[in-house]
């Protein structure tokens, strides 16, 4: 199979990755700018000719008077071309063929409520993104009237660039415009030589001049995007008509994106639809044929509902709802009934209370059937949390006191999980606990879960085995199953949907808000003992496989990922490897008499007053792409090409993997 050919067998696989739209737009503008996008025409002239009549221009506009005579840019050295151009085109100094500048300085004093919109940055940005603006600011017709005799007012088919903040996004002005804007914050581009605007807006938006202006940007807080830089930005020039025909073939190719982005958006609806359906039908309280029915539905159609990471969280959830409901793993008749487990736990308590050990239970209230939320398995009951457990408190107020550098662990709700029950202990507080009746009733033992009762309800962590002395303030509350029911059941209920409801409602009209007694009352499906300890058994098994199948995914969205960067390094290589240009890089002279390169010193006092604005940090500053003085070249956003052949291998073995494990996942 040529190249070429893979390459387009492997297109849709490559651009599936997340970012794989934005990087298929980013790709289209660096073909463009690269001339590969629309065949070259030697009947429609060169840029030599443009570059004629844009001279000629510029002495008509300067003997008239409109423009003063520009001062000359330094040449374009062959290091300073990224790549190469094609026949006809020319590397110019985007100051050479138009006139950068920025307005004169309108005081605060000057705003007002109405009039002429004064636009910033920020609203340069909106206009660019949105084609809108809600604009605040105004100046008065006067002085718009005044501040327009210096030329350097918006006009049709001038362009306005951000210059502080998020530098350089394009504005086109509309023949409806009618604003002003500020200094240094925003730069206008003079369009007095009639290139096409929309081809120098998509210049704008491209990656090589995003990577370009942000190379050498200036200021200590935020990019700021000078005069004098604009002007030395180096721009592929091809002739007028094939600019006019690179921006219909620009917006037809972005129409196509945005009409995938839509298709993709649509299929990712309906697949979360029918996968919350399905989920909702197997979770709700049917009868066996329907589940089995909708569960082998599940199981078909795993790898279409099951496509990206964050669908395993939803699965996770199922899986809980479903152990809960009794619908995980079969009931085994010879296993008793939650009936005489209830019988002996009551003996249990009995002999607590004979030794001790815990004080008499209060009498709970029985669980209605209005109040169950779902009907349980024969031979399983509703019951209240406080029926099968040996204690339920938690700490005083007055824990602070006791607080230390070292000592035994103080477990707060930052060490407890959302949807877990595995303690966080990267932050670990300590006490010194006090040595009376509060320290030896808030003390922590193995197989204690705590429960988060204040603020984010609900939150939990299991006290594992050798954990050692440790306590909790008043914010949690320790909740202690009886000996003989010591297990994870109790805790996977707990991090349940069935359970997430019952904290998630408000209590007594306050929400997140848990006394000690609601915890007691919350409802409880109880099983045999011995099908508990098959249901976590279970729950381990396919949660397990829900970390691989994430795994997994995460897996496959990784070397999507590198495939796209091998494909936009095939079809872009040399803006990938940032090489100087090695075709059509003919050096482009300054006129006679030009001066040195002049120093591009720091920001005006405008810049800097127009920083806070739109901030936004500075990463690294670098050359605008000629070399460092070590010889190696600056980075580019695109990174250097793997070859197709092992990108393409790569795609092959993810693909065979891409299902590998998953048949079993429903199996008993």
């Not at 993104?129 to 007012?153: M, P, W």
């Not at 990267?426 to 006490?431: D, G, L, Q, T």
């Amino acid at each position: 199979m040529s190249q070429p050919t893979a390459l387009a067998a492997h297109f849709d696989e490559a651009f599936s990755a997340p970012d794989g739209l934005k990087r298929l737009r980013e790709l289209i503008l660096t073909l463009a700018m690269q001339g590969k996008l629309v065949e070259q025409d030697p009947a429609e002239g060169t840029a030599d000719d443009l570059l004629k009549e844009i001279e000629a221009e510029k002495k008509r506009l300067v003997a008239e008077g409109k423009i003063k005579p520009p001062k000359p840019l330094p040449a374009i050295e062959p290091e300073e071309m990224p790549y190469g151009l094609p026949e006809g085109w020319r590397w110019v100094r985007l100051g050479d063929v138009g006139l950068i500048g920025s307005s004169s300085r309108v005081h605060q004093r000057d705003w007002k409520s109405s009039g002429i919109p004064f636009y910033r940055a920020r609203e340069i940005v909106s206009l660019s993104q949105r084609g809108y603006v809600k604009n605040e600011l105004f100046i008065s017709e006067e002085l718009f009237a005044v501040l327009s005799k210096d030329g350097l007012s918006p006009e049709p088919g001038d362009l306005m660039l951000t210059g502080v903040g998020t530098i350089g996004v394009p504005y086109i002005v509309h023949p409806e415009d009618k604003f002003y804007f500020k200094d240094a914050s925003v730069l206008i581009y003079k369009n007095f030589y009639k290139l096409y605007p929309s081809y120098l807006k998509y210049f704008a938006k491209s990656a090589y001049w995003l990577q370009t202006i942000h190379a050498e940007s200036m200021g200590t807080t935020v990019h700021t995007l000078t005069i004098g830089r604009a002007n030395e930005v180096c721009v592929p020039l091809p002739p007028l008509p094939e600019q006019r025909r690179i921006v219909a073939r620009i917006e037809q190719l972005m129409t196509r994106c945005d009409e995938l982005e839509a298709l993709r958006a649509q299929r990712e609806q309906k697949r979360v639809q029918v996968q919350s359906a399905i989920l909702r039908e197997i979770t709700a309280d049917t009868d066996p044929a329907t589940f089995q029915q909708n569960w082998q539905f599940l199981a078909h159609h795993f790898g279409e509902l099951h496509a990206t990471p964050q669908n395993v969280a939803e699965l996770r959830s199922a899986v809980l709802q479903l152990a809960v409901m009794g619908k995980l793993v079969p009931q085994d008749p010879t296993e008793g009934t939650a009936r005489e487990l209830l019988a002996e736990i009551e003996g249990e308590k009995r002999r607590l209370v004979a030794a001790g050990e815990i004080k008499a239970p209060k009498p709970l209230p029985p669980v209605s059937e209005a109040e169950q939320p779902y009907q349980v398995p024969e031979g399983w009951a509703w019951v209240r949390a406080g029926r099968i457990t040996q204690l339920i408190t938690s700490g005083s107020r007055d824990w602070s006191q006791y607080l230390a550098d070292s000592g035994a662990t103080f477990v707060t709700m930052g060490n407890l999980s959302r949807g877990n029950y595995k303690l966080r202990l990267e932050k670990i507080r300590y006490v010194n606990p006090p040595k009376n009746a509060e320290g030896a009733r808030t003390i922590l033992k193995k197989d204690d879960l705590i429960i988060s009762i204040t603020g984010d309800v609900g939150n939990l962590g299991l006290i594992p085995d050798e954990f050692g002395e440790a306590y909790i303030n008043q914010h949690s509350c320790i909740f202690r199953v009886l000996p003989s029911l010591r297990n994870r059941y109790y805790a996977e209920y707990m991090r349940s949907p069935v359970a997430k409801e019952q904290f998630n409602a408000p209590q007594r009209g306050i929400k997140n808000s848990f006394r000690l007694t609601d915890v007691e009352e919350m409802l409880f499906p109880l099983p045999p003992l011995a099908e508990q300890r098959r249901v976590v058994a279970k729950i381990d098994q396919l949660i397990g496989l829900c970390d691989v199948l994430e795994a997994r995914l995460t897996e496959r969205t990784a070397k999507q990922g590198e495939l796209l960067r091998a494909v936009m390094a095939e079809l872009a290589p040399t803006l990938s490897a940032g090489r100087p240009a090695t075709t059509s890089g003919v050096r482009v002279q300054a006129p006679a008499g030009a001066d040195a390169p002049r120093g591009r010193g720091r920001p005006c006092k405008a810049a800097q007053e127009a920083a806070e604005a739109t901030a936004q940090p500075v990463t690294e500053r670098r050359g605008r792409g000629r070399p460092r003085k070590d010889g190696s070249r600056p980075a580019r956003s695109i990174p250097e090409a793997a070859s197709m052949e092992d990108a393409i291998r790569r795609l092959e073995a993810m693909k065979r993997n891409k299902d590998r494990g998953m048949n079993g996942l429903f199996e008993e």
